[in-house]
């Protein structure tokens, strides 16, 4: 009670020997209360009170913020922007892929045919080789009765198998090729299966992080 009569009798002296100021402005240094008819530059960073003739607040001005709390607010701020542009591209993705799929069951179908497609490529480049392997063990045998009679085997001869023989590894190839689409597509589709899954539940554009799975679990049960 002493401390805010003895602040106050200062406001009050502080007052009348300033009558003629207009504005009177309040601080704080090093914990203690300052009263001046002026902010001294090298404490306007510290934040004030203006007040009136009769010492009333009529304006804070806060504290200029720090160097760590700047970087926090920039960081702060970069987050959010961040965030709002995942969000965007996440919308704008699930936006893409609802004109594809309006269900799960969508999706899956969608791979099934995806997979029977590649699957019966693969089994006819097996045929092919198949093939290939036959005439390549035909033309070898012809090759090997030139060799047996001590005679030179026709360029013509040689030049097919050869060719028989990159035939078969082109087939292969492709075989080893569409097998890895396969399981590349497979993990694509899955995917796309969960993140429609996930939109029966959520609006387009939630991001991972806010999903909650056992919510979209319990909608599908």
Known sequence: MKSALGLLAVLGLLLSSVSHASKLYRFNVDGKVVIKDHVPAEYSHLGYEVLNGQ???IRSV???PTAEELAQRRAEEAAKKARQEAISNQRRKDMDLLRLYAKPEDVERARQRKADEIESYIQLQRRRITDLEDKLEKAQGRAANFERRGK?????MRLEIVQLQNGIRDSEDNIKARQQEKVEITREFADQ???VRIMQVYPPGTLDE????DKVDQAFN
Request: proline share 6%; no cysteine.
């Open 55 to 57: 010492g009333m607040v």
């Open 62 to 64: 806060e504290r200029a």
């Open 152 to 156: 030179e085997v026709p360029a013509d």
């Open 193 to 195: 299966y969960e993140r």
């Open 210 to 213: 806010d999903v909650d799975l």
